[in-house]
């Protein structure tokens, strides 16, 4: 399976809460312009390290700007205003 049709699986499992209109701009608590999966987990404790990895598809350890476009694509992540 690949991450994308990964990410597409999990889109009916993942994130539930960021649906509530949480942009990605308030998760990244230290400004940096990518989203750690401690940022991540701050506000989505339901999160796990497995989902992380599939969302981060250049395995950085981060999730930049295409990446959560990718994963808003995938349904994981809804579309954000900043």
């Known amino acids: ?3 994308y049709a990964a ?4 889109a009916a ?6 649906a509530m209109g949480q942009s990605a701009s308030a998760l ?3 400004g940096d312009g990518v989203l750690t999966i401690d940022e991540v987990q701050a506000s989505f404790p ?4 497995d989902m992380f990895t599939t969302m981060d598809l250049n395995a950085d350890g981060a999730l930049d700007a295409e ?3 990718a994963a808003q694509e ?3 992540m809804p579309a954000t205003d900043g």
């Open 46 to 49: 339901e999160v796990t390290s």
């Open 28 to 30: 990244d608590t230290n």
């Open 74 to 76: 995938a349904g994981l």
């Open 67 to 69: 990446e959560i476009t």
């Open 1 to 3: 399976m690949t991450k």
């Open 13 to 18: 499992l993942a994130f539930p809460a960021l």
């Open 7 to 10: 990410l597409t699986v999990l």
